[in-house]
């Protein structure tokens, strides 16, 4: 497994293999969400951080990398829905 998704797993392969996308969604200017999508972002928030120490056990950086992207993008996501909440 080399990064969650809010549907499923992506199962690349080999950790050695560099994937283009990282999740790319989430920095796509397409992509849209809402305060109602909270809980999806927390949770692969959580399994994304999971990931992190899998890989951080398991000395595959390229997933550390990508899975690092993957967090800060969800954390500014949850961030802004969070003070869009309490405005």
């Known amino acids: ?3 969650a998704l809010p549907n499923g797993l992506c199962a690349l392969p080999s950790p050695q293999q560099r994937c283009p996308h990282a999740n790319a969604c989430l920095t796509c200017v397409h992509f849209r969400t809402h305060k109602d999508y909270l809980p999806q972002h927390r949770e692969q928030l959580i399994n994304t951080n999971k990931i992190i120490a899998t890989a951080k056990t398991n000395g595959w950086q390229r997933q550390i990398e990508m899975n690092e992207t993957v967090k800060t ?3 500014n996501i949850i961030h802004t829905l969070e003070d869009d909440n309490h405005e």
């Open 1 to 3: 497994m080399s990064q």
């Open 73 to 75: 993008n969800l954390e």
